[in-house]
């Protein structure tokens, strides 16, 4: 058969992402720091945009259809009820609407980074990604090089996100074990651990600590100079004579010491950019209801309000009947501004539906402690409230919970499972090293169980595990092998 070229008609569907559907599928990934940027350049940029500053500003219309159609702010998670689907939309929304057709503006917060947006649905990645380190994203790169239980790791990344912008922990280890659920004396072995972090003198709880680290890795925290540390109140009021005879050293000798602690760093956060904990704004607020259910709220402080001007849109498109380029560009900023409105909506609505999804799903955390979390993956929230795995990944990346246990990334709450036997519902990981500690703390010299013994007795209990398993949840605990075991218990 000759080879010929021919000309063919065929049909074929295939999904196409408009730019204003990747915009929003973008919105939901940001924080809320770099959405609040985002607006702002948006603002500068469409004379149609204006901000809301109160009901008192705003034209009377508005203000009634606002009343009519209210924004999503709050959600009770008891009645089971889920809230009306807002997954990421796959076709264009009309754009005749205003922001008081959406239920008025969405609010967010300020700061200082960057963002970009226009009628072709660029996105200015780089000024997003070239930012320098920030101090928590420091911390969390050296996270690996430590070896915790998933527990303590959960304890770990709590800490992290409690660290100030000089790089002080400015919470006391009890209200720390109160908040997760755990003992002060797991914070504490946590918090040695951080310490070895660098730069060194990170998570100190006060500058006497802070500066400790420093001289003790330096191998110059001897007696006088902890007694000059003991003593910081008595430097800053210039009593050397009382501070020499306190560190047991004459006054040229307490000189010497003071040029020491000159040299060091009494902020040793502060070499990174960014911020912590202390200007971390929450995206949603956890309350206690008085029928012990949890109350989920938007926290409406940190959004700054949006609202599209449709009456100078008029105006504008009026007076510019004539002007074929100046409609066609009044048409592109209403056209924007509407679009962007209706996805900060959206982008509400889908933060608060999943985080209600994610307090049905832990319920017995905030109830009882770190110890009751249940394994969760980001597909089983996706498939209870019918949206895409993505979809969900999206929203729970840098959006912060305020909760009666303390502030969390969403992404917290996410934690693996081990199967069980019988096919039921999965063990948590932490709770079978708990197991596993139990286990080896009940041991005698007689009854030393190997990590054969640890997966049969598990399997008794249906915990579906293997022996590397067991092996590596022992060894994240710091606990010796059975061979080393019976050794220390042979010369104890």
């Known amino acids: 058969m000759a080879l010929a070229p021919k000309l063919q008609a065929r049909q074929s569907a295939q999904l196409a992402m408009t730019p204003q559907l990747q915009q929003a599928i973008k919105l939901l990934q940001l924080s809320n720091i770099e959405l609040s940027a985002f607006v702002e350049e948006q603002l500068e940029k469409n004379p149609l945009l204006e901000r809301g500053t109160g009901d008192e500003n705003r034209r009377g219309e508005d203000v009634a259809a606002i009343a009519d159609t209210p924004a999503p702010s709050t959600d009770t998670v008891t009645s089971g009820e889920a809230m009306s689907d807002m997954d990421v939309p796959d076709h264009a929304m009309a754009p005749e609407q205003t922001a008081a057709d959406v239920g008025g503006s969405v609010d967010w917060s300020r700061n200082d980074s960057s963002g970009s947006?226009?009628?072709?649905g660029d996105y200015d990645a780089a000024a997003n990604s070239a930012a320098e380190i920030t101090l928590a994203e420091h911390i969390q790169s050296q996270m690996p090089m430590l070896k915790f239980s998933d527990r303590d790791r959960l304890v770990a990344d709590y800490l992290a996100g409690q660290v100030d912008e000089a790089g002080y922990l400015r919470m006391s280890e009890s209200e720390v074990a109160e908040n997760l659920g755990v003992s002060?004396?797991?914070?504490?072995?946590?918090?040695?651990?951080?310490?070895?972090?660098?730069?060194?003198?990170?998570f100190a709880r006060n500058l006497g600590e802070c500066l400790g680290l420093q001289l003790r890795e330096a191998g110059k925290l001897d007696t006088p100079m902890q007694a000059l540390l003991d003593n910081l109140a008595l430097l800053a009021k210039h009593d050397l004579s009382q501070l020499a005879k306190l560190c047991g050293v004459k006054v040229p000798e307490l000189k010497t010491l003071i040029a020491e602690l000159r040299k060091l760093s009494p902020k040793p956060g502060q070499a990174f950019g960014g911020t912590m904990a202390g200007a971390v704004e929450p995206d949603v607020f956890i309350r206690e209801t008085p029928n012990g259910g949890?109350?989920?709220e938007l926290n409406a402080d940190t959004l700054p309000r949006v609202l599209v001007n449709k009456r100078y849109y008029n105006e504008i498109k009026k007076a510019g009947d004539g002007n074929e380029e100046a409609r066609t560009f009044i048409s592109e900023c209403h056209a924007d501004a509407n679009w962007l409105v209706k996805s900060l909506d959206q982008r509400a609505r889908t933060i608060l539906k999943v985080s209600s999804e994610i307090i049905k799903q832990q319920d017995a955390f905030f109830a009882y402690g770190i110890d009751h979390m249940r394994p969760l993956k980001l597909k089983d929230v996706a498939d209870a409230i019918e949206m895409h795995e993505s979809t969900v990944s999206r929203v729970t990346s840098h959006k912060y919970m305020h909760t009666p246990r303390g502030l969390f990334e969403l992404k917290f709450f996410f934690t693996a499972a081990i199967p069980s036997l019988d096919g039921g519902e999965g063990h948590s990981a932490e709770a079978v090293r708990h197991k596993i500690k139990i286990l080896i703390s009940e041991e005698t010299a007689t009854t030393i169980v190997s990590d054969d013994k640890i997966v049969q007795l598990l399997r008794a209990q249906g915990v579906d595990i293997a022996r590397r398993t067991v092996a590596k949840y022992r060894e994240a605990l710091?606990?010796?092998s059975s061979v080393e075991r019976r050794r220390m218990f042979k010369h104890a």
């Open 117 to 120: 947006f226009s009628g072709s």
């Open 184 to 202: 002060a004396a797991v914070v504490s072995s946590v918090l040695l651990q951080l310490q070895t972090l660098e730069p060194t003198g990170l």
């Open 294 to 296: 949890w109350s989920v």
């Open 478 to 480: 710091s606990i010796p």
